[in-house]
T-cell receptor
Framework: DSGVTQTPKHLITATGQRVTLRCSPR?????VYWYQQSLDQGLQFLIQ???????AKGNILERFSAQQFPDLHSELNLSSLELGDSALYFC????????????FGQGTRLTVV | AQKVTQAQTEISVVEKEDVTLDCVYE???????LFWYKQPPSGELVFLIR??????QNEISGRYSWNFQKSTSSFNFTITASQVVDSAVYFC????????????FGGGTRLMVKP
């Protein structure tokens, strides 16, 4: 058990809909990262939050957004969903300072139909 | 820019064979960290090892061993006496202090261990 919790594990939704994925980081970790794993793009970094503030952005679509709350849990919001958004979405957490460790949650498998 | 290349997309071995998964990385930073993750069929990403750029000592953990060579920018992973349970996709990843711990992943190597 990595200590990172993601919900839900599976999500099936229709095109055009909006979903929210949730992540609780390991105890003490201030930094949360979101990654997308798709068949054609592999594992790609989407966005990072540190202690409530956006720290870095990767290949994240404008239809996607995220936030980190005061209790440090994070949500990834995906809107106007398209078939191509079907993927495994991972959350990872780490302590930014010092030696980096990145422990991943079990992922949310999103299927857009 | 950072890059990780795992040239072997798929490897198939018979149980008890040794297998080496290759990883080549590129970065301009002098301080960086290399990782290996295992993704079993269930889908989760399991952390296996982290290595920093200042520590070139090879590491062994049970049947797993890692060979880090800065001269060739490689961080290869060897499984000795493979088992069916080792069947998974293995990812090599890289991050640097300048990257804020964001991981750049290789494309992964699918390892199939047949009984």
């Amino acid at each position: 058990d990595s200590g990172v919790t993601q919900t839900p594990k599976h999500l099936i939704t229709a095109t055009g809909q909006r979903v929210t994925l949730r992540c609780s980081p390991r105890s003490g970790d201030l930094s949360v990262y979101w990654y997308q794993q798709s068949l054609d793009q592999g594992l790609q970094f989407l966005i990072q939050y540190y202690n409530g503030e956006e720290r870095a952005k990767g290949n994240i679509l404008e239809r996607f957004s995220a936030q980190q709350f005061p209790d440090l849990h994070s949500e990834l919001n995906l809107s106007s969903l398209e078939l191509g958004d079907s993927a495994l979405y991972f959350c990872a957490s780490s302590a930014v300072r010092g030696v980096p460790e990145a422990f991943f949650g079990q992922g949310t498998r999103l299927t857009v139909v | 820019a950072q890059k990780v290349t795992q040239a072997q997309t798929e490897i198939s071995v018979v149980e008890k064979e040794d297998v080496t998964l290759d990883c080549v990385y590129e970065t301009r930073d002098t301080t960086y960290y290399l990782f290996w993750y295992k993704q079993p069929p269930s889908g989760e990403l399991v952390f296996l090892i982290r290595r920093n750029s200042f520590d070139e000592q090879n590491e062994i953990s049970g049947r797993y061993s890692w060979n880090f060579q800065k001269s060739t920018s490689s961080f290869n992973f060897t499984i000795t006496a493979s088992q069916v349970v080792d069947s998974a996709v293995y990812f090599c990843a890289l991050t640097t202090n300048n990257a804020g711990n964001m991981l750049t992943f290789g494309g992964g190597t699918r390892l199939m261990v047949k009984p």
